[in-house]
């Protein structure tokens, strides 16, 4: 992906983004370039996850790990998250393979990690469905795979799936907006959307909650322009649809790497007539909103603190023990982490959990 950009008031690289497990926290979409320490603060440490009995040291286990690489804040968190998760077990050895975002590559490098014998995989598949072959090669070797985020084809090819709620986020983000305007008594809102890559399901999922959530409240969609994760895409289609909506009462952005162009189009237009929700939960998204000093007053979390849970339950899958916090012996095959809705009053909760962009 390109260097970083600049724009007027803004000099950022570009980035992506919880809800809470028995054994720990979590609740994000694909990957950006190495973070940056903040401006102002020392940057969010990675998410950690576990405690009680389940943090009690267990029988040695080693984890595999295989993730897109990362060219993208959201996925940088994803990889840091996960090395600093193990890193807090006495009895875990982490085996990260070399990222890449070529299918191809991974594959080989997942059946490297099946070759070696290791006890459990953490999988965050660059495409679910051509990487459903290693995750189900893995399996039958007696693996146990942890797919995250990216799901495969098949339920044979993992044990347990963990990831963001798409459909969600699009919710969170109609809800807030729709409860807003209503509050302000405003009739006949014109409600914008930046959208991410459109040819992508994860895209019409977000879009589709947002006009259901929309509808509850009688208001729909207005004018919407499809982006593509980047903060220079973002500033494009924004500039696009500002000039086609000389009113507008609010925007959903749905990513905040891509918020970060939205932004500077905003400000390079003058506009401030309305107010602006973000997507995944980055800090330097959070830091605005705590800043209230943009119109951006909201973000829907899908957060890469879902990395540190993977490895939370590789390892309990590996040891043959189940969530503390559940009557059931053994972790679920099913985890739908929730998309949070921050804002200036609980933004400081959620700051520690974002990544930079």
């Known amino acids: 992906m390109p260097d970083p950009i600049a724009v007027p008031g803004v000099l950022r690289r570009r980035?992506?983004?919880?809800?809470?497990?028995?054994?720990?926290?979590g609740a994000a979409l694909t990957a950006c370039t190495s973070n940056?320490?903040?401006?102002?603060?020392?940057?969010?440490?990675?998410?950690a996850a576990g405690g009680g009995d389940n943090a009690a040291p267990g029988q040695p286990v080693t984890i595999g790990f295989s993730a897109p690489a990362a060219d993208h804040g959201w996925i940088a968190a994803i990889a840091n998250n996960a090395k600093a998760q193990a890193d807090r077990y006495t009895d875990v050895t982490f085996e990260a393979v070399?990222?890449?975002n070529d299918i191809t590559q991974q594959i080989a490098a997942v059946q490297t990690l099946i070759n070696r014998g290791v006890d459990a995989l953490v999988l965050l598949p660059n495409d679910g469905s051509q990487l459903t072959s290693v995750g189900r090669a893995a399996m039958q070797a007696g693996i146990p795979v942890i797919n995250l985020d990216r799901v495969f084809d098949s339920p044979l090819a993992y044990r347990t799936w963990i990831g963001g709620d798409n459909y969600g986020m699009g919710v969170s983000a109609g809800n807030y907006i729709g409860e807003r305007l209503r509050s302000a008594g405003v009739a006949?809102?014109?409600i914008g959307e930046i959208a991410g890559i459109d040819n992508l399901p994860l895209t019409a999922a977000r879009s589709q909650g947002f006009a259901d959530a929309l509808s509850s409240f009688g208001f729909q969609v207005g004018?919407?322009?499809?982006a593509d994760f980047t903060a220079q895409g973002g500033q494009r289609v924004t500039a696009n649809l500002l000039q086609a909506a000389p009113r507008l009462d609010a925007v959903w952005n749905h990513d905040d790497d891509q918020g970060i162009g939205v932004l500077a189009a905003i400000n390079q237009a003058g506009r401030n007539e309305f107010f602006m929700v973000g997507g995944a939960g980055s800090a330097n998204a959070m830091r605005d909103i705590q800043a209230d000093n943009t119109v951006l007053k909201a973000t829907?979390?899908?957060s890469p603190s879902m990395a540190s849970s993977a490895v939370a339950l590789a390892r309990l899958v590996a040891q043959g023990r189940g969530m503390g916090d559940l009557a059931e012996q053994e972790v679920p095959a099913s985890i739908t982490l929730a998309s949070a809705t921050i804002t200036k009053e609980n933004v400081a909760t959620y700051l520690p959990l974002g990544f930079e962009s």
């Open 15 to 25: 980035g992506f983004l919880a809800g809470a497990l028995g054994v720990g926290a």
């Open 98 to 100: 070399n990222p890449t």
């Open 223 to 226: 004018p919407r322009q499809a």
């Open 188 to 190: 006949n809102p014109v």
């Open 300 to 302: 829907v979390t899908y």
């Open 36 to 47: 940056e320490a903040p401006s102002s603060g020392t940057a969010p440490a990675p998410a």
